[in-house]
């Protein structure tokens, strides 16, 4: 009977180690290429209200945005650590605003920046 309760202890031990994750390599020394992602937060209406999106951007990289985004942009911030400009027209031409870091543009209506429902393209790093 003791021997029975034994085996059934150790084929429960057994299955838990195999259930157990694989240590990731990856966790203790992040790739230079995970380093290398920032975000822009951005929302089509001042204050980060109405629709919002967390966008995920490769640094020094420019991104022309889609999904309805162009011309909608009302406010935004990037990652802390992070400087983003942002463009007027697609693939980071025209007229832009640079140095824009946290917390953010709270209102691109405002003054200096007049840049409310303009933005195409923006680019971090
Ligand atoms: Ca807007």
């Not at 406010?75 to 025209?94: F, K, M, R």
């Not at 840049?115 to 790093?125: A, H, L």
Request: charged residues 20%; negative net charge.
């Amino acid at each position: 009977m003791r021997t029975a309760i034994f085996s059934i202890a150790l084929a429960a031990f057994a299955q838990l180690s195999t259930a157990l994750p694989a240590p990731d390599a990856s966790a203790a020394a992040p790739s230079a290429e995970k380093r290398d992602i920032t975000h822009l937060y951005i929302c089509d209406s001042s204050n980060f209200q109405g629709r919002c999106q967390n966008l995920e951007a490769e640094r020094n990289r420019c991104y022309t945005l889609f999904n309805n985004w162009g011309d909608t942009v009302s406010s935004l911030g990037p990652d802390w650590g992070t400087t983003c400009t942002i463009w007027e027209n697609n693939d980071c031409q025209g007229r832009s605003i640079g140095g824009i870091v946290s917390p953010g543009i709270t209102n691109l209506d405002d003054a200096p920046w007049k840049f409310n429902d303009i933005t195409s393209s923006y680019k971090c790093s």
